[in-house]
């Protein structure tokens, strides 16, 4: 008898010992396993040449993606969001040009990833579908080429992170370091009345525009991308912080789109409203 190697046998081993492990938990022999090929062990013992091989199962893909997804913190509802059911058809040319653009990123990702302009930004006009473009990016990224992204929703993240000062530093590292960091509605502005009228001012304190200067500082320098939605135009996130606004924008510039004009034509929540 050809003698094993050791390595190989005590694969073996441990393999059969975990399946009758999960058999005797689960109280039947006929557990229900995610991947029937493996039973879950993201391998299983083949043959190459006649000799009992360690075989790394396909399942290890979908395994890598679905854990992916869970580290993005996308919402379930926001992972069917594709390109292929963002509605362009009658709508105005803006919108058509930055689904054109968000495209067009992701098919040039691989190309720019470690260049300065290797970020995207959609600004503007609410309800226009900016959100929807960009975590069609960040699905097909997660999805399609296995690669991190994370993502922050800027009011909810700040209000969680209020909340948690113990999470905050290793979420902050989390934000600086990722892959690629998609934030959504950065300095989301709220509407006040004024004798002049009703104005939009910036939701920015000066320790949230601290906080988002050190992540977006820290992915200027070591060229890491960044996906921004936000209302505000590149002018208005510069009036906040010069120094913040900027390096978005040079980040960006590449794959710019600000969103204006009739509000009713170009958010989709107002569609059929009365004049």
Known sequence: MATQNMEEILKKLQLKATQLQAEELDGSANQTYECAKCKDQTGYIGFDKGKEVWIRCTCITWRRVKRLMKSSE????????????????DKPDVI???HECSRMYYQSFDSIKSNRNNSIALLGQPGAGKTHLLMAIANNLLQKKHIPVLYFPFVEGFGDLKD??????????????????????????????????RLKKPRATEWQVEQMYAVIN?????HLPVMVSSELTVDELCDIDEALGTRIYQMCQDFTVVIKGDRKQLNHRLVGAPN
């Open 164 to 197: 948690d000062f113990n999470a905050l530093e290793e979420k902050l590292e989390r934000m600086k370091t990722v892959d690629v960091l998609f934030i959504d509605d950065l300095f989301k502005p709220v509407t006040v009345p004024t004798k002049e009228g």
């Open 74 to 89: 996308i919402t379930d509802e926001f992972k069917r969001l594709g390109f292929q059911n963002f509605k362009t058809g």
């Open 96 to 98: 058509k040009d930055a």
């Open 218 to 222: 820290y992915r200027y320098l070591n």
